[in-house]
């Protein structure tokens, strides 16, 4: 039984030492801000940034785990898919999921389970929701739509 252990262990350890050779997950850029979100508050933009700008910014802070797949693989990807939907630092441009929001706030959705588990101060308190909330109710909102709504998937009217 011992053999065995030992055979896997080897094998384990193989796999995750063959796996950091892999290309994907080792690129950790952040492109240059356009234009921040403009926070009606520092005490909303500090909340935002430590709930969201991790995933929905060119702020990202990598942590170390980021540079160990497959850790990085997954982290990389939620960066790239999060910035795709809704970026605070380029509100000079259409946002895709703008219009969502407060909603995804609000219904608890963002920031994802996932994501607080390993960042405990990322976590919002009702009372953060509803600072957080507060502030983007009274934002500018980015180019293609009214207050909370930008460019949505496939969407095609003017606003």
Not at 1 to 10: G, K
Not at 19 to 25: A, E, K, M, R, S
Not at 61 to 66: F, G, I, L, V
């Amino acid at each position: 039984m011992s053999r065995v252990v030992r055979i896997v262990a080897v094998v384990a350890v193989f796999a995750f030492v063959a796996i950091q050779l892999v290309p994907y997950g080792h690129d950790h850029t952040n492109p240059k801000v356009t234009k921040d979100a403009p926070w009606p508050t520092e005490q909303a933009a500090a909340i935002a940034r430590a709930s969201c700008y991790d995933c929905h910014s060119n702020e990202t802070k990598w942590r170390w785990y980021t540079n160990l797949a497959p850790a990085s693989f997954y982290t990389v990807h939620d960066v790239k898919e999060g910035r795709d939907h809704l970026n605070f630092s380029e509100w000079d441009t259409p946002q895709r999921a703008a219009r969502d929001l407060e909603e995804v706030i609000r219904e608890g959705s963002m920031p994802p389970r996932e994501y607080t588990i390993l960042h405990r101060g990322a976590s919002l308190s009702a009372a953060e929701k509803k600072t957080l909330l507060d502030a983007i109710a009274s934002m500018d909102p980015p180019p293609g739509g009214d207050r909370g709504r930008g460019r949505g998937d496939g969407d095609t009217d003017s606003d």
